[in-house]
């Protein structure tokens, strides 16, 4: 089966998967492994072979950007001291503890391999937690934490991997080499990402001052970034990986300035479905590729490596229990400042934290990127279970940590806080006021032809307000007759449309006018939808 057969088939299966996971109570990424392992038994699909470098490349720069643009700036820097600890210091320790109880319970593997597949399990997937959390939702700091793990250890995990595939293939290593190597691949990079960002931050501003702006444009230019940032690094011998993760971060803080409502909007939309099929995907290819290896080992092989498998999940929970408490609670107690600035520590949202180690997509991409062969062409030892562990770990996260989640956070009292809202809602009454301000200066300019339409706009956002700064019983009252106000307007756009139709269908009107019209309603109806999703 060719590339592209592949490839549509996998997305198929992604999609009727998605549906199916909107009507059985699984959590998708769980979902998308065992249609994955359903696929390894479809003919033509046990013998999937894809090119490490090509994977690689392909699917890390867009998911570790997205990461990175999705990053809050004040949440990342009120995080970043727990943050830094983990994603660099739980990493190391991660890297060598699982390296050598790897090497010590299978010896044939070569120690440069056993650090390999260390730093392949050491980046956490703050999405798979959030998937699996649902709606039960987690205290802010916790998420912020996880995020910003997530987003830091991607790449300090994939660096530390890079350097064990190298030191594997041509069987050298030096630490004090890598250490200044490290410097100049972080230093390089990072300042490649910044500035690749920046120019096409440039290039987008100068396309809308120009009125050359187009969303299509804006979006390819988007999706475009991500690889220029890697590529350029890469091509200049620094980290891709910190260049791509450098470059989300920076247009993530500073590129809502560049862009107008549609080719925002548009520009989400197509980041959207790349991320849904790029996550969807490597959940489906952990799942075949764990029952291929699976099925390539002997019965022996089998049971033996399972039980490395759990064991390799037991000292993944156990390091990083072990690692949270000290991290939150020694810099704490040797300086009063971090102390009166983090306030006093949680312990059931640290365990939590702990306990929300959970491997996705990124851990997945950089195990199918291991390469096949060394430096000298012979066939790179232990492949095929370094694979099998890495999607084994994922696994068993997925299953004992991550549904295990959602009941811990409500045994403990964790439910998501309030901040997020009141955010909201504190957001929400100043652009209120600032627009309602504007009107009511402008009003006194116009002619009463045009101020007639300035007070239905002036209403609006005076109704808006109210409904923000009512107490908690005039809100329910308000948002019940919004909700009315919605079904009303959503059933006159259903006429609308039905009407639209039979109009085309009598040959009344061509397809043509038939998509100019329908975009003016379904434009409508987002516009209802989406008001009622802010209001509720």
């Not at 660096?159 to 490290?182: D, P």
């Not at 444009?217 to 200049?236: C, E, K, M, N, R």
């Not at 200066?441 to 109704?463: I, K, N």
């Amino acid at each position: 089966m060719n590339a592209v057969v592949t490839g549509l088939l996998l997305l198929a299966a992604l999609a009727v998967l998605a549906v199916l996971a909107r009507r059985v109570p699984v959590p998708l990424p769980l979902l998308l492994i065992a249609g994955g392992i359903g696929l390894a038994f479809v003919p033509g699909f046990g013998a999937v072979s894809i090119d490490p470098d090509m994977f690689f490349v392909l699917f890390i720069p867009p998911l570790l950007y997205a990461d990175g643009w999705f990053t809050p700036r004040r949440e990342f820097v009120a995080v970043l001291r727990p943050v830094l600890l983990l994603a660099f210091g739980l990493v190391l320790m991660t890297v060598v503890a699982v390296g050598l109880l790897l090497h010590a319970m299978v010896p044939t593997l070569p120690l440069a391999a056993a650090f390999a597949l260390g730093a392949i399990v050491s980046p956490t997937d703050a999405v798979a937690t959030s998937a699996m959390v649902g709606r039960v939702g987690m205290p802010a700091r916790a998420v912020h934490v996880l995020n910003g793990e997530s987003l830091i250890n991607d790449a300090s995990g994939l660096v530390a991997f890079k350097f064990a595939v190298a030191a594997l293939a041509t069987g050298a290593f030096s630490l004090g080499r890598a250490a200044i190597e490290l410097v100049l691949l972080a230093g390089g990079g990072t300042l490649i990402g910044v500035a690749v960002a920046w120019c096409v931050g440039r290039l987008r501003s100068g396309l809308r001052e120009r009125a050359a702006d187009d969303p299509v444009v804006q979006a390819v230019l988007s999706v475009l970034t991500p690889f220029a940032a890697y590529l350029a690094a890469d091509g200049a011998g620094t980290s891709g990986i910190l260049a791509v993760v450098a470059a989300g971060l920076y247009s993530g803080w500073t590129e809502f300035r560049a862009l107008d409502a549609a080719s925002r909007r548009h520009t989400w939309e197509v980041w959207a479905m790349l991320l849904f099929a790029f996550n969807g995907i490597v959940f489906l290819l952990l799942g075949l590729s764990l029952a291929h290896t699976a099925m390539a080992f002997e019965p022996y092989q089998w049971r033996a490596y399972s039980v490395v498998a759990l064991a390799l999940w037991a000292a993944l929970t156990v390091l990083r229990l072990a690692w949270v408490y000290p991290a939150k609670w020694l810099p704490q107690v040797a300086a009063s400042r971090v102390r009166e600035r983090e306030g006093p520590g949680d312990a059931r949202e640290t365990f939590v934290i702990g306990w929300a180690g959970l491997r996705g997509s990124v851990t997945m991409a950089a195990a199918l990127s291991i390469p096949f062969t060394l430096a000298d062409g012979s066939p790179l030892p232990g492949r095929d279970l370094l694979i099998f562990l890495a999607a084994a770990t994922i696994v068993l996260t997925l299953l004992l940590n991550g549904l295990t989640l959602p009941l811990l956070v409500r045994a403990l009292g964790l439910a998501s806080d309030r901040g997020a809202q009141r955010d909201l809602r504190a957001a929400e009454i100043a652009l209120a006021q600032a627009a309602s301000l504007a009107l009511e200066r402008e009003l006194v300019r116009l002619p009463e032809s045009e101020a007639v339409h300035a007070r239905r706009l002036l209403a609006d956002y005076r109704r808006r307000l109210e409904r923000q700064t009512a107490n908690a019983g005039r809100r329910e009252a308000l948002r019940d007759a919004r909700a009315a106000e919605h079904r009303l307007a959503l059933l006159a756009i259903a006429a609308e449309r039905r009407e639209l139709y039979a109009l085309r269908d009598a040959g009344t009107i061509n397809d043509v006018t038939l998509r100019e019209i329908e975009s003016r309603i379904d434009h409508e109806e987002m516009l209802v939808t989406g008001e009622w999703r802010t209001t509720t």
